[in-house]
């Protein structure tokens, strides 16, 4: 199951469609960074990294896959009259774009199967929608759906059932899954199996609670406290405590949702355990901590990261991540992309996708230059998406040119040669000014 591209129009910060791709171009750097899928001409990226100033459109780009997964996950629950999304959706800086449909394009691969997938919708509406399965460069149409009429193609007989049971408000291709079509089916377990970490400083932590569900499974609480000692972190011993005293219960402040979807108090604790020292030699004893309360914001981090990452390094699926230095060091992140990149700790090529303000990480010898993105706000202020290896440069003689494969990466994105930089005042006019009347 792998994600081959995915593009976005008329949504959020993006006006003009963008398009964001995991094929591999024909460059010969990192060979194993890719991985070739059989009966494919193009390999794919494991990873890819997201560069941008603030507020130029990085984890937008995020959140329009988010967004994506949620609807085809989640749509066919949608209620008359209910909102496919709760987003102010289209891009609300242009006239021209306030009242028409968002555009969302993804190609994916299931069973060494290409299938593309279409939307145009609005909150309230989905207007356009189509399924394409693509064999040898030739299409083959599996349904569409224009307004409210829906065509469905032999090849695709799981959505008789569907044709008239679908509301406005609500994906095709979500109600043929809800009635149990076996491709629709792969599909949604496929966009399920996307996941999404935010860094969650809250006490309400959902990536804390799915880490305390995690370790109560012995191997993977091994796995990471292996990870934590070649991290130089120095927890010695990990211990989930289920049904705690009134007292330790109020110190674990994190939920869990119920079956139901009912939010309520987690009833379980993670203590983390460290040597104690006397006159600063280490003693033989340890000494235990509640894990949320007292251990760093770089620990935690690293920890609910590291389970989910080996999550998705165990079933081979997609992992986005939002700011990936995030409270974590830049040799750390630098760990990550590698365990990643390597063929033998990602046998089952599962991608990681992320965005950073790290540029220690901007370096040809982690990344191929198909696998660095930037995002740069244009001059109508929406946001323009591009890779460093479709990039052209100026020659001496003015020609374009790509980017070498040998060149500073770091140094030339600072130095503004690749744009997606913020530019900066002195900010000598944003600092409070003293009172020459006061004394």
Same mark, same amino acid.
């Given at each position: 199951?792998?994600?081959? *591209? &995915?593009?976005?129009a ?5 006006? *003009? ?6 094929v591999?171009? +024909?460059?010969? %750097? ?5 991985f070739?899928?059989?009966g ?19 984890s ?13 996950v989640?749509?066919f629950?949608?209620?008359?009259? *209910?909102?496919? &999304?709760?987003? !102010? ?5 242009d $006239? ?9 394009e ?6 060494n199967e290409?299938?593309?997938?279409? $939307? ?7 207007f ?9 460069? /030739? ?15 032999m090849?695709?007989? #799981?959505?008789?059932?569907?044709? =008239? ?12 899954a809800?009635? +149990?079509?076996?491709?629709? /089916? ?6 399920k ?10 006490? &309400? ?6 880490l ?14 292996n ?5 130089? $972190? ?5 211990e989930?405590?289920?049904?705690? @005293? !009134? ?34 030699l ?12 007292? %251990? ?10 590291f ?7 165990? +079933? @081979?699926?997609?992992?986005?991540v ?13 760990k ?5 990149n390597?063929?033998?700790? =990602? ?10 303000? +790290?540029? =220690?990480?901007l370096?040809s010898?982690?990344f ?7 995002? #740069?706000?244009?001059? /109508? ?15 001496? =003689?003015?020609?374009? $040119? @790509? ?11 600072l130095?503004?040669?690749? @744009? ?9 006019n ?8 006061? %004394?």
């Open positions: 199951i792998m994600l081959v *591209e &995915f593009k976005v008329n949504f959020l910060c993006f006006r *003009e469609q963008v398009t964001f791709s995991m591999g171009s +024909n460059i010969t %750097e990192n060979k194993d960074n890719t070739i899928i059989k494919f001409d193009n390999s794919l990226l494991k990873t890819a990294v997201i560069y941008g100033a603030n507020a130029s459109g990085k937008k780009m995020l959140e329009s896959v988010r967004c994506l997964r949620h609807m085809i989640e749509s629950r949608n209620k008359i009259d *209910e909102s496919i &999304f709760d987003y !102010e959706q289209p891009f609300l800086f $006239i021209d774009t306030r009242n028409k449909p968002s555009h969302f993804v190609s994916f691969i299931i069973r290409l299938y593309t997938y279409n $939307i145009y919708c609005t909150r309230e509406q989905v356009e929608e189509r399924l394409d399965k693509i064999n040898d460069n /030739n299409v083959d149409n599996l349904f569409t759906r224009k307004n409210n009429v829906i065509n469905v193609n090849s695709f007989p #799981e959505g008789e059932a569907a044709k =008239n049971q679908t509301r406005d408000n609500v994906l095709f291709l979500s109600r043929v809800d009635l +149990n079509g076996q491709l629709s /089916n792969e599909i949604v377990k496929f966009f199996n996307i996941k999404f970490y935010e860094h969650d400083n809250s006490p &309400f932590n959902f990536h804390g609670m799915k305390i569900d995690t370790l109560k499974d012995d191997s993977k609480k091994e796995s990471l406290l990870a934590m000692r070649d991290a130089d $972190i120095s927890i010695k011993k990990l989930v405590i289920d049904e705690v @005293g !009134e007292k330790q219960k109020s110190s674990a402040r994190l939920l869990k949702q119920n079956k139901d979807g009912t939010l309520v108090l987690n009833d379980s604790q993670l203590i983390s355990y460290h040597t104690l020292y006397d006159k600063n280490p003693t033989d004893i340890m000494t235990s901590i509640d894990f949320f309360l007292h %251990e760093s914001e770089g620990t935690k981090a690293f920890a609910c990261l389970i989910m990452l080996l999550e998705t390094l165990e +079933n @081979g699926t997609i992992l986005f939002d700011e990936l230095d995030s409270s974590l060091h830049s040799l750390l992140c630098e990550v992309v590698k365990l990643v390597n063929p033998e700790t =990602n046998p089952k090529n599962a991608q990681l996708i992320f965005t950073t303000h +790290n540029t =220690n990480l370096s010898k982690l191929r230059r198909d696998q660095i993105w930037f995002t #740069e706000k244009t001059k /109508n202020e929406s946001t323009d998406l591009y890779s460093l290896v479709e990039f052209k440069l100026k020659n001496k =003689n003015g020609e374009d $040119i @790509g980017v070498r494969k040998d060149a500073n990466y770091e140094k030339n994105y130095a503004g040669r690749y @744009g997606a930089i913020p530019i900066l005042s002195d900010f000598s944003s600092t409070l000014k003293g009172n020459d009347d006061v %004394e």
